[in-house]
């Protein structure tokens, strides 16, 4: 008889879905339990019933022939994919030996953990970092992602507030502005679409027409870089036409005055026009719609932070919102990132106080340089699991170069054979979200949830806290920490003391039960839990200041970029695709037929010149050149190319893929990442 198991889906996607697998057992023995179906759980207040394209066939993902089954070591050169099945107790022993190598001969520090989000469960993902922790490893700053965007909202409304999605059915205007929610966070769109039904517009403003602003009322297609101008010209014009909440301003905000006098009269739609290559009408025609509306909610993405003014865009996004006091209407705000509202004790489960003095520190985002440059001592031992660097990190061909030299030692803990587990010494194998229990917590709402394991795990694939088990028994370390269960550590995560976490009771989240954090539904006051130094919002940092940074709001330019010293007109975002996440996904012909077969090149007419849809064209900058297939269409800007997605560089043309042109410039603020902020020459091929 074919059961139900509850689960939950690991990738790194807001949604955190509450999934319902089917499983088969054929036959007496458990080992031949079969997932058959992945379907989206009806009784999750967000999930609601449905999964993503990308996961609803999921048991593809699962069963793929693709599937990493045993440990494998190399047998050929680095990144050629030659390798040999070896067995679990020799891939540890291998492991725990060059570990201890490279802590004898050259220092913890020459040690790298190379982590990020492939596994969104709590415990899998993290705690890994414990065993680094204690061998004195050179510390990862994960900054490959959310940083700038993080930081921006920060330093003006503070960490740990945010607007519930779900309450997005009582806005009456939802500005999307650099986020792809149908996406990248398509279980908002039904709230959305709710409070369409009863009246609200949806006006999405990014540089290209993506997914969601083909199914907007309104398209405003902005200059990449130059959010904050627009979000300054709207406050002046709503100043001008006094339509601000005077009331809130005066309440609930600090540094208005100073706005006013310093910031905003430089930003009339004229001048903003210039900057962002909007039409003034189109500006003017905005700040009406936001003035008229008694409960505008502004959904920010992430991937506007990526610019290297972008914390700088998410803070003025934030004062837009504030000048109208939208904040404390039902409906209205800004709807970011609820992760940080998940105080749990992750402490527990990374282990800090095992640190060693002070290991010095890797931005994820420089690790081509890092393998390829830093000495004393220089990385001889690389350990990467849940990321794929030779896909995903900047400066690709600096990665790969790194990833090849004959010195360094590298284990990668993998479910596929990406292009960085072909650089692999051992490859161990790793299983799918379907194949072993963890806690979850999500970015895109605000509900734990504990999965079970729904099958066993597929050939010899092991958790990473598996894993973590084994390396720490063969170094010798014999805390109980390491026997801990993934039971016992998600029990450890929830035993927080955050008001938060209030009421939220252990033994049902084990128990499997959606659990909603203790955060009461939004009312009128809700702006009280602004969580900044001054507990109002600021469009004045004094923390900013005592950081020598621009303390007050403005739009200072786009930011400085190596790229511009050669002949590189052109912009070039890279956003992600429909049907991978990140990388993941990318190993489905499936997948990559959906989106074009090969990597895509959105270009305008304007700026093709003899470029003509299905030429092959090459980009290229300072950092290499890539070959893409052309799509012209006034779906993008003049002036800013878009290639959606990260491919596998081996699905690329020369297998290259387009993250040999990104840099790793980091943001204004926070020191985030700035995929989206690269200049480019362009020619056909
Ligand atoms: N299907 C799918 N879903 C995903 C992912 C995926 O790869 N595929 N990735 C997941 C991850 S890790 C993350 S962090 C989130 C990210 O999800 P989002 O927060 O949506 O971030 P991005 O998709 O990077 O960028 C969102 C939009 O910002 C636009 N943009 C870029 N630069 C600018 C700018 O300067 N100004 C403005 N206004 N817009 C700009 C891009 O064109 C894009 O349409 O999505 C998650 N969900
Ligand atoms: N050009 C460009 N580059 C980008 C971005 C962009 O927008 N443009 N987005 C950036 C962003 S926002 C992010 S977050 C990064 C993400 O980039 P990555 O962190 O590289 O994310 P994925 O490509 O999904 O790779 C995750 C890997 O983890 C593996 N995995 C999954 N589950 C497990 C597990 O349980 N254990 C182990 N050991 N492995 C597992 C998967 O098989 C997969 O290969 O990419 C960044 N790179
Ligand atoms: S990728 Fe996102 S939308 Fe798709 S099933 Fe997973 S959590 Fe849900
Ligand atoms: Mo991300």
Same mark, same amino acid.
């Given at each position: 008889?074919?059961?139900?198991?509850?689960? *939950?889906?690991?990738?790194?996607?807001?949604?955190?879905?509450? *999934?319902?697998?089917?499983?088969?057992?054929?036959?007496?023995?458990?080992?031949? %339990?079969? =997932?058959?179906?992945?379907?989206?759980?009806?009784?999750?207040?967000?999930?609601?019933?449905?999964?993503?394209?990308?996961?609803?066939?999921?048991?593809?993902?699962?069963?793929?022939?693709?599937?990493?089954?045993?440990?494998?070591?190399?047998?050929?050169?680095?990144?050629?994919?030659?390798?040999?099945?070896?067995?679990?107790?020799?891939?540890?022993?291998?492991?725990?030996?060059?570990?201890?190598?490279?802590?004898?001969?050259?220092?913890?520090?020459s040690i790298?953990?190379?982590?990020? =989000?492939?596994?969104?469960?709590? *415990?899998?993902?993290?705690?890994?970092?414990?065993?680094?922790?204690?061998?004195?490893?050179?510390?990862?700053?994960?900054?490959?992602?959310?940083y700038g965007a993080d930081e921006g909202y920060r330093v003006t409304v503070g960490?740990?507030?945010?607007?519930?999605?779900?309450?997005?059915?009582?806005?009456?205007?939802?500005?999307?502005?650099?986020?792809?929610?149908?996406?990248?966070?398509?279980?908002?769109?039904?709230?959305?679409?709710?409070?369409?039904?009863?009246?609200?517009?949806?006006?999405?403003?990014?540089?290209?027409?993506?997914?969601? %602003?083909?199914?907007?009322?309104?398209?405003?297609?902005?200059?990449?870089?130059?959010?904050?101008?627009?979000?300054?010209?709207?406050?002046?014009?709503?100043?001008?036409?006094?339509?601000?909440?005077?009331?809130?301003?005066?309440?609930?905000?600090?540094?208005?005055?100073?706005?006013?006098?310093?910031?905003?009269?430089?930003? %009339?739609?004229?001048?903003?026009?210039?900057?962002?290559?909007?039409?003034?009408?189109?500006?003017?025609?905005?700040?009406?719609?936001?003035?008229?509306?008694?409960?505008?909610?502004?959904?920010?993405?992430?991937?506007?932070?990526?610019?290297? #003014?972008?914390?700088? #865009?998410?803070? #003025?996004?934030?004062?837009?919102?504030?000048?109208?006091?939208?904040?404390?209407?039902?409906?209205?705000?800004?709807?970011?990132?609820?992760?940080?509202?998940?105080?749990?004790?992750?402490?527990?489960?990374?282990?800090?106080?095992?640190?060693?003095?002070?290991?010095? *520190?890797?931005?994820?985002?420089?690790?081509?340089?890092?393998?390829?440059?830093?000495?004393?001592?220089?990385?001889?031992?690389?350990?990467?699991?849940?990321?794929?660097?030779?896909?995903?990190?900047?400066?690709?061909?600096?990665?790969?170069?790194?990833?090849?030299?004959?010195?360094?030692?590298t284990v990668v803990h993998e479910r596929f054979l990406t292009d960085t587990a072909r650089y692999a010494d051992i490859v161990l194998p790793a299983p799918t979200f379907a194949e072993y229990a963890d806690l979850y917590k999500a970015y895109g709402h605000l509900y734990l949830q504990y999965a079970e394991q729904a099958i066993p795990p597929r050939g010899e694939s092991r958790s990473n806290l598996e894993v973590v088990q084994a390396l720490a028994k063969k170094l010798g370390y014999d805390d109980p920490w390491f026997s801990r269960d993934t039971r016992e550590h998600a029990r450890a995560l929830l035993d927080g003391s955050h008001p938060n976490l209030e009421g939220v009771d252990a033994d049902r989240v084990l128990a499997g039960e959606t659990t909603r954090l203790n955060i009461p539904r939004k009312t009128a006051g809700f702006a009280e839990r602004f969580n900044t130094p001054s507990g109002k919002l600021e469009f004045y940092s004094t923390e900013l200041e005592e950081q020598g940074l621009p303390a007050l709001i403005d739009f200072t330019g786009e930011g400085e970029s190596e790229e511009e010293a050669g002949d590189c007109p052109l912009r070039l975002i890279t956003p992600p695709a429909h049907s991978f996440l990140n990388s993941s996904f990318g190993n489905l012909e499936k997948a990559r037929r959906r989106e074009g077969g090969r990597p895509v090149l959105m270009i305008h007419p304007d700026d093709s010149g003899e470029i003509e849809s299905g030429d092959e064209v090459e980009i290229s900058n300072c950092h290499g050149s890539v070959r893409l297939q052309a799509q012209v269409t006034t779906d993008t800007n003049k002036g800013t190319l878009v290639a959606e997605g990260t491919w596998w560089p081996s699905h690329g043309i020369e297998r290259r893929g387009i993250n040999t042109l990104t840099s790793n410039r980091l943001t204004d603020l926070g020191g985030g990442s700035t995929f989206h902020d690269n200049r480019v020459a362009l020619k056909k091929i």
């Amino acid at each position: 008889m074919p059961r139900l198991v509850k689960t *939950v889906c690991s990738h790194d996607c807001p949604d955190a879905c509450s *999934v319902l697998v089917t499983v088969e057992d054929d036959g007496n023995s458990p080992g031949d %339990a079969r =997932a058959v179906q992945f379907r989206g759980d009806p009784d999750h207040p967000v999930t609601r019933g449905f999964l993503c394209g990308k996961v609803n066939t999921y048991e593809q993902q699962v069963y793929s022939s693709d599937r990493v089954l045993h440990p494998l070591r190399r047998c050929g050169a680095k990144g050629e994919g030659a390798f040999e099945r070896i067995g679990w107790e020799e891939a540890i022993a291998a492991t725990a030996g060059r570990i201890s190598l490279a802590e004898e001969e050259t220092g913890g520090e020459s040690i790298l953990q190379y982590t990020y =989000a492939g596994t969104m469960g709590l *415990v899998n993902r993290n705690c890994p970092s414990a065993l680094f922790n204690r061998l004195g490893a050179t510390r990862l700053r994960q900054n490959i992602c959310y940083y700038g965007a993080d930081e921006g909202y920060r330093v003006t409304v503070g960490s740990g507030y945010c607007v519930d999605p779900e309450d997005a059915v009582h806005s009456d205007l939802v500005l999307v502005w650099g986020a792809n929610v149908v996406t990248t966070q398509v279980h908002l769109m039904p709230f959305i679409d709710e409070a369409r039904k009863k009246g609200a517009r949806m006006i999405v403003i990014d540089p290209y027409r993506n997914r969601t %602003a083909r199914v907007a009322d309104e398209w405003i297609g902005i200059r990449p870089g130059t959010d904050a101008a627009l979000a300054l010209s709207l406050a002046h014009i709503l100043e001008r036409d006094e339509l601000l909440d005077r009331d809130f301003i005066e309440r609930r905000t600090i540094g208005f005055k100073r706005l006013s006098r310093e910031v905003l009269p430089r930003f %009339a739609p004229a001048q903003a026009a210039k900057i962002t290559g909007l039409a003034e009408e189109e500006i003017e025609g905005l700040a009406r719609q936001i003035g008229a509306a008694s409960a505008p909610l502004i959904k920010v993405g992430i991937g506007i932070g990526r610019s290297t #003014a972008g914390g700088g #865009a998410v803070r #003025a996004i934030c004062a837009l919102a504030g000048v109208t006091g939208s904040y404390e209407a039902l409906g209205g705000g800004i709807q970011y990132d609820t992760g940080c509202e998940f105080e749990l004790n992750l402490d527990a489960v990374t282990r800090p106080d095992w640190l060693r003095g002070k290991p010095r *520190v890797l931005n994820m985002t420089d690790i081509g340089p890092a393998l390829c440059e830093w000495q004393e001592p220089p990385i001889r031992f690389l350990y990467v699991h849940g990321t794929n660097p030779a896909a995903t990190a900047p400066l690709q061909t600096k990665v790969r170069e790194g990833l090849s030299r004959e010195d360094l030692f590298t284990v990668v803990h993998e479910r596929f054979l990406t292009d960085t587990a072909r650089y692999a010494d051992i490859v161990l194998p790793a299983p799918t979200f379907a194949e072993y229990a963890d806690l979850y917590k999500a970015y895109g709402h605000l509900y734990l949830q504990y999965a079970e394991q729904a099958i066993p795990p597929r050939g010899e694939s092991r958790s990473n806290l598996e894993v973590v088990q084994a390396l720490a028994k063969k170094l010798g370390y014999d805390d109980p920490w390491f026997s801990r269960d993934t039971r016992e550590h998600a029990r450890a995560l929830l035993d927080g003391s955050h008001p938060n976490l209030e009421g939220v009771d252990a033994d049902r989240v084990l128990a499997g039960e959606t659990t909603r954090l203790n955060i009461p539904r939004k009312t009128a006051g809700f702006a009280e839990r602004f969580n900044t130094p001054s507990g109002k919002l600021e469009f004045y940092s004094t923390e900013l200041e005592e950081q020598g940074l621009p303390a007050l709001i403005d739009f200072t330019g786009e930011g400085e970029s190596e790229e511009e010293a050669g002949d590189c007109p052109l912009r070039l975002i890279t956003p992600p695709a429909h049907s991978f996440l990140n990388s993941s996904f990318g190993n489905l012909e499936k997948a990559r037929r959906r989106e074009g077969g090969r990597p895509v090149l959105m270009i305008h007419p304007d700026d093709s010149g003899e470029i003509e849809s299905g030429d092959e064209v090459e980009i290229s900058n300072c950092h290499g050149s890539v070959r893409l297939q052309a799509q012209v269409t006034t779906d993008t800007n003049k002036g800013t190319l878009v290639a959606e997605g990260t491919w596998w560089p081996s699905h690329g043309i020369e297998r290259r893929g387009i993250n040999t042109l990104t840099s790793n410039r980091l943001t204004d603020l926070g020191g985030g990442s700035t995929f989206h902020d690269n200049r480019v020459a362009l020619k056909k091929i």
